[in-house]
């Protein structure tokens, strides 16, 4: 796989058990190095170019999840790690769980499990690296077309 640049990732927990946090963790690591892509982790959503979110979504982490997601600059990525980020998990029909992240922002990549295993995480990661960097390119393609038309026009 070849990455242009180096993704930054924003690791954000939603209302997890912690479970999906640790191996996320495990996952920056030695044993596990998912910096050897490339991903950096951030704790800045303005410098991040990917996501990754654990734990379901209720009214107090809901307005924090979109307000992150309108700060990270486009083309950007979003990664639900656990059954309770992609579905609500075991806590879905809880009083306070709305669902999961996709209930409110738009979801790329899945990594179900419970909790997720590291594998799969970066497994997931390297997905949400290859589909940023597709986004990058259809996103480039459409400006130099924008550009193209404008000087037509002119």
């Known amino acids: ?3 242009s640049n180096s993704p930054w990732l924003l690791h954000y927990d939603g209302s997890s058990c912690n479970g999906c946090d640790i191996e996320v963790l495990a996952c920056l690591t030695p044993v596990y190095d998912v910096e050897r892509f490339g991903v950096i982790n ?3 959503p303005k410098h991040a170019d990917i996501f990754l979110i654990t734990g379901g979504i209720n009214e107090q982490n ?7 997601y309108s700060q990270m ?3 950007k990525v979003v990664v639900a790690v656990g059954i309770c980020a992609c579905s609500g998990g075991i806590f879905k029909e809880c ?3 709305i669902g999961g992240v996709d209930t409110i922002i738009p979801v790329d990549i899945y990594v179900p499990g419970c909790a997720a295993r590291p594998e799969a995480i970066i497994d997931g990661v390297v997905k949400a690296v290859a ?3 597709e986004k990058k390119k259809k996103m480039a393609e459409e400006k130099k077309q924008e550009k193209a038309a404008g000087k037509e026009g002119a």
Do not use: A, E, H
Request: net charge positive; charged share 15%.
């Open 1 to 3: 796989m070849k990455v």
């Open 73 to 75: 600059p486009s083309p």
């Open 95 to 97: 009083y306070n769980i």
């Open 42 to 44: 951030t704790g800045n």
């Open 131 to 133: 589909l940023l960097d």
């Open 62 to 68: 809901k307005p924090v999840v979109q307000q992150l």
